[in-house]
T-cell receptor, first 113, second 114 residues
Framework: GNSVTQMEGPVTLSEEAFLTINCTYT??????LFWYVQYPGEGLQLLLK?????DKGSNKGFEATYRKETTSFHLEKGSVQVSDSAVYFC????????????FGKGTKLSVKP | NAGVTQTPKFQVLKTGQSMTLQCAQD?????MSWYRQDPGMGLRLIHY???????DQGEVPNGYNVSRSTTEDFPLRLLSAAPSQTSVYFC?????????????FGEGSRLTVL
């Protein structure tokens, strides 16, 4: 079945450090891929997405490239800020009218000043 | 624009009690879903609905019932609460027509079962 595996956390970085959160997936066909972010005490919100191979999603300085050859969708940011502290979830949506999202377990990021 | 509204935000139950978590959305979304979030487990799909009158099971449906009598509302019922149902519950919706895949989440309902 479809599944998402993302790196275990927590991840602690200093402000302005480079961030990578690894995400790999298993799916049949050509899923759409997403990164969602959850700030403390809030629900999840979409950070970025990519719907086909080699697409790059980007938002708020974060980027992720849909790599079909390595079944990966790693999240990167060149210079993190304290305000980026949150839990990040990788997710996939396979085709079909139901289109349920399957989430990874989440990676907690803490950024220190 | 309210988006997805969940009530209550916090609830404590005793084992065996019943309750309903309410979810309402004002975006005219066809698709609605319930997830539970547990430490180290990520989000797991409980039930979902692709339109009024249509519901289906997700990954972890046991112990939960849902109904979808209107487009706006998608309540989640616990008929006999168990400590294993202690969790944070999220309702989410999206447009089926837009097909962008973006889910809009409520702020969550934290349930503790003693």
């Amino acid at each position: 079945g479809n599944s998402v595996t993302q790196m275990e956390g927590p991840v602690t970085l200093s402000e302005e450090a480079f961030l990578t959160i690894n995400c790999t997936y298993t799916a049949t066909g050509y899923p759409s891929l997403f990164w969602y972010v959850q700030y403390p005490g809030e629900g999840l919100q979409l950070l970025l997405k990519a719907t086909k191979a080699d697409d790059k999603g980007s938002n708020k300085g974060f980027e992720a490239t849909y790599r079909k050859e390595t079944t990966s969708f790693h999240l990167e940011k060149g210079s993190v800020q304290v305000s980026d502290s949150a839990v990040y979830f990788c997710a996939l949506r396979s085709g079909g009218s139901q289109g349920n999202l399957i989430f990874g377990k989440g990676t907690k990021l803490s950024v220190k000043p | 624009n309210a988006g997805v509204t969940q009530t209550p935000k916090f609830q404590v139950l005793k084992t065996g009690q019943s309750m309903t978590l309410q979810c309402a959305q004002d975006m005219n979304h066809e698709y609605m879903s319930w997830y539970r979030q547990d430490p180290g487990m990520g989000l797991r799909l409980i039930h979902y609905s692709v339109g009024a009158g249509i519901t289906d099971q997700g990954e972890v449906p046991n112990g939960y019932n849902v109904s979808r009598s209107t487009t706006e509302d998608f309540p989640l019922r616990l008929l006999s609460a168990a400590p294993s149902q202690t969790s944070v519950y999220f309702c989410a919706s999206r447009s089926a027509i837009a097909n962008t895949g973006e889910l809009f989440f409520g702020e969550g309902s934290r349930l503790t079962v003693l």
